[in-house]
Every structure is written in C-alpha cells, then in structure tokens.
C-alpha cells in the first residue's frame, strides 16, 4: 500500500475471496514518543478516562483525513505500551462512550477497534 493510502493492509483468508482493508494509527501523541525517543522509557501513566480521550482524539484524525473508508477498519494500536485486559473490557463495555464513538463515526469506517498486546477492544 502506498503512503497516506486510506488502506495500510488488505488482508484476505485462503478459503475466501473476501478481502478486509484495514487503517492503522497510533493511540499515542507525540509527547508521548518524545520522552521514550530520548530515555528509551516513558513512565507516564496514564488513567482509563485518559484513554478514552486518547481513542477518541485518535477517531477524530483519521475521520479528517479518511471520511468515507466505510469499508475501511481503522485499527488503534497501543504498541509499545499495553492496556490492561480489564481495561479493554470496561472501555467495550461503555455504553455511553460506545454511542458517542458510533455517533462519531457515523458514515466513516466499517468498525473500530483498541488493539493491545493484552488484547482487544470493539469500539464501534
């Protein structure tokens, strides 16, 4: 896939014809990478309302830049730090985030997800 493509990988099973397309971005801001570019750590913590607003800030970029890639799954990716499982769980489990997401994501990609080394989210 090329730079800036609305589709970082397209990804297909051996049995089907089917093909998902999916967008990848990073959970984190640059002040993030900033300090773990220069220490090789970051101890930031970060709390879950924190990362809400995290996902959300992270929503919002890629509907800027891709607002009709319906049939695009735009992937949050947490690397290189993880969330906790039960974190994952409670953040899928947010009824009132998961209708401002749906909300906000109206028209723009077919679902997305948190994805942790712990695991992974349904956001919308």
Same mark, same amino acid.
Request: charged share 30%; proline share 4%; net charge neutral.
């Given at each position: 896939?090329?730079?800036?493509?609305?589709?970082?990988?397209?990804?297909?099973?051996?049995?089907?014809?089917?093909?998902?397309?999916?967008?990848?971005?990073?959970?984190?801001?640059?002040?993030?990478?900033?300090?773990?570019?220069?220490?090789?750590?970051?101890?930031?913590?970060?709390?879950?309302? %924190?990362?809400?607003? &995290?996902?959300?800030?992270?929503? *919002?970029?890629?509907?800027?830049?891709? !607002?009709?890639? +319906?049939?695009? $799954?735009?992937?949050?990716?947490?690397?290189?730090?993880?969330?906790?499982?039960?974190?994952?769980?409670?953040?899928?489990?947010?009824?009132?985030?998961?209708? %401002?997401?749906?909300? &906000?994501?109206?028209?723009?990609? *077919?679902?997305?997800?948190?994805?942790? !080394?712990?695991? +992974?989210?349904? $956001?919308?």
């Amino acid at each position: 896939m090329t730079q800036n493509s609305e589709v970082d990988i397209l990804a297909s099973e051996p049995t089907s014809k089917d093909k998902k397309k999916f967008q990848i971005t990073s959970l984190w801001p640059q002040d993030f990478w900033e300090p773990l570019a220069r220490k090789g750590a970051s101890d930031k913590k970060v709390s879950r309302l %924190e990362i809400l607003d &995290l996902i959300r800030t992270a929503l *919002e970029k890629k509907l800027r830049k891709y !607002s009709t890639a +319906h049939d695009v $799954i735009l992937l949050i990716d947490t690397h290189p730090a993880g969330i906790p499982l039960n974190c994952l769980n409670k953040i899928e489990s947010d009824e009132a985030f998961q209708k %401002e997401m749906a909300g &906000l994501n109206n028209r723009g990609f *077919e679902e997305v997800w948190v994805v942790s !080394s712990d695991g +992974h989210a349904r $956001i919308c």
